[in-house]
């Protein structure tokens, strides 16, 4: 019998902890469409700034045909009338802010802004939206949503889709202000990366940077946002990875002395993100100094010496000597004896036309090639195509952002 109550009460315990992930998980979703909803209108009040009345109408739009769908089923089921109200200032948003008064433009777009907030306390609930780590998460939706609006808005250094870029470049201005809130809240040497994460990403945008290096930094933010919600996993032996960071110095040095320092930059960070990452708790546990003083070497020195044009010798020797002191560090740990898989995360990928190139060839957007672990989605409201990583294209779906092919 006890057997049996105990049984039951597991299962019990299992489905409402089931329902209650679904359930945050939906809070979530409805708390992301808002933040997106704000980004518009940050785009929309620099538009009005600048007179460009056409890009205006756009971003005032866009909430009421791409994102209200989505939120107005929480919206009906907690308050019908609200719900009502917040369409109503949606649709009527475009009308209120183009060609009028400027300070008649801004009381409609606060007005939108106060709304927000009421759906964001009505559905989502004051504690849940002041949690840090709910907050972190929206961090990542905004930021992973940008790396996809700029991957569809930019080919060749130029800017082919002036909305979509404004799109990725006002969730990033969201996604900063959330951080910039919850910071005090965070792990210190996470929210110091994620703060230079940032600000990279927001010059890489800014720059019309390759789409590959703005990818890296929105990789690098998911990266540190996973570490401390604690969902990120560490596959491969540590061999690999010292492997993996000495390919990509190796590439530091020649993209380097070949002028390209965009690309170096790139190698460098990936050097660090998505190598030198997981090695500093293992070589922590044997000498904390060591791995400290690697990671400044790295992720610190290197990288701004690039930023600031050192020469090219100067490179070498700061490369030189982080190859140096790994070597130290990868003394210090016991070595996996197989280690199969891993290498493949670091071998180069088969460089494949961007999408809208392909598009342009006569590709159906459908039909459009990735490269190496990207994957194909397309864009819901435009059915133009975007090659984004698995995790990413999950959580645009889910978002109702596009589908994944």
Known sequence: MNKTIAALAAILFAVGFSYAHAEESEKESFASALEETLGHLHALELNLNESNSELARTHAT????ELYESMKPELQEHDADFDAAFE???????????????EEAQAAIDEMKSLVEEARTLVVGDELSSDPNFRLALVRTLVETAGAEYAEAVEDGTITEMVEYQDGSAFVWRA?????EIKADLPEHEAEEIEEFF?????????IAPIENVQIYVEGIEHEVGEILGDESEEGGLHAYFEGIEHHLAEVKETYADGDSDA??????KAYLDNYEFLEAPVAQQNEELMEEIEIMMREELRDM????????????????????LEEAEALLPMEESEEGHEEEHEEDHDVMAPLKQVESGVAP????CNGDMVLI??????SPACVKTSTADRLVQLGWGTRQ
């Open 199 to 207: 600000a990279d990403l927001d010059s890489a945008i800014k720059d």
């Open 264 to 269: 170096a930059l790139a190698h460098a960070t």
């Open 88 to 102: 109503t200032a949606l649709s009527e948003l475009a009308d209120k802010t183009i060609d009028a008064p400027r």
């Open 176 to 180: 900063q202000q959330i951080f910039s």
């Open 366 to 369: 459908e039909e459009v090639q």
């Open 62 to 65: 866009h909430p009421i045909a």
């Open 306 to 325: 690039i930023k600031a044009g050192a020469p090219a010798d100067e490179i070498n020797s700061q490369v030189d000597a982080i190859l140096v002191k």
């Open 378 to 383: 397309i864009k819901s409201s435009t059915g």
